[in-house]
């Protein structure tokens, strides 16, 4: 979740504009879920040596990005950052699909889009977070429908 947040100021500080919003979007939904779930008494969580891993190397990714003075890797340790952070999230929708949403996912992926759209200055460090934004959203709406598809698919090769 902070990754998108220092993404957010980066990009700004770069001279992006409104494009931003789905990456501010990108760390308040989490920072959302995280609030929502220590309020809740009855929130179930687990935590393994692998998240903590990816936690841990999210953490270094994010102390580089945030001491590199160039902009364009400084953006590019966020998207490590991110990604290490997504990790957990991925495996647990190849796993337990039917724990995640779809619908989440899609609209992170139109609402990138949409920030892409109206980006006037096109530059690495305006658009390389919205564009992996897209990307990981992808992967885990594939991950959550990857059961279906593969019936689907199978289905029609025995027809």
């Not at 760390?27 to 220590?38: D, H």
């Not at 991950?143 to 027809?159: A, G, T, V, W």
Request: hydrophobic residues 55%; aromatic residues 16%; proline residues 3%.
């Amino acid at each position: 979740m902070v990754a998108p947040f220092i993404g957010v100021f980066f990009q700004l500080k770069a001279g992006a504009g409104l494009s931003v919003l789905p990456v501010f979007m990108t760390g308040f939904g989490p920072l959302v879920i995280i609030i929502a779930a220590i309020l809740t008494k009855n929130a179930f969580w687990k935590i393994n040596v692998f998240d903590l891993y990816c936690g841990l190397f999210s953490v270094i990714a994010l102390i580089l990005y945030i001491f590199t003075h160039n902009l364009g890797i400084s953006i590019l340790f966020a998207i490590l950052s991110d990604g290490l952070a997504a990790v957990p999230t991925i495996i647990k929708s190849w796993k337990f699909p039917e724990t995640e949403i779809k619908i989440n996912y899609f609209f992170a992926i139109v609402s990138n889009i949409l920030g892409l759209l109206i980006i006037k200055n096109w530059s690495f460090t305006i658009y390389s977070f919205g564009i992996y934004n897209i990307a990981v959203n992808i992967i885990i709406i594939f991950c959550i429908s990857r059961k279906k598809i593969f019936n689907m698919l199978y289905s029609k090769s025995e027809k």
